[in-house]
């Protein structure tokens, strides 16, 4: 029911300059949860606020760059050259 075996449904596998962007992405991100909570810390009675603040204004921009640089690395078709019968 929800899956298709077509091949139109399927999204296109990443290349090497797409994962490595994704790898990098993904270890911004870890380093802004820990950056966060370790700035939360220093204010117990308003961990939670500080921490949002801090985590949501570090990954908006991260998220952003992220999807930009996946697209930016997707391998693009090359256009036939005139193929002569």
Known sequence: MFF??????RAPELNSR?????ILMDVAVLAEVTLSVYLASKQPD?????FMKA??????PTLALG?????????????????QA
């Open 18 to 22: 797409q994962r490595t962007a994704v």
């Open 4 to 9: 298709r075996n077509d091949d139109e449904s």
């Open 67 to 83: 999807i930009y640089a996946i697209r930016r690395y997707r391998d693009r078709p090359v256009p036939d050259a005139g193929v």
């Open 55 to 60: 985590f949501f204004s570090m990954l908006l």
């Open 46 to 50: 308003e961990f939670t606020p500080v």
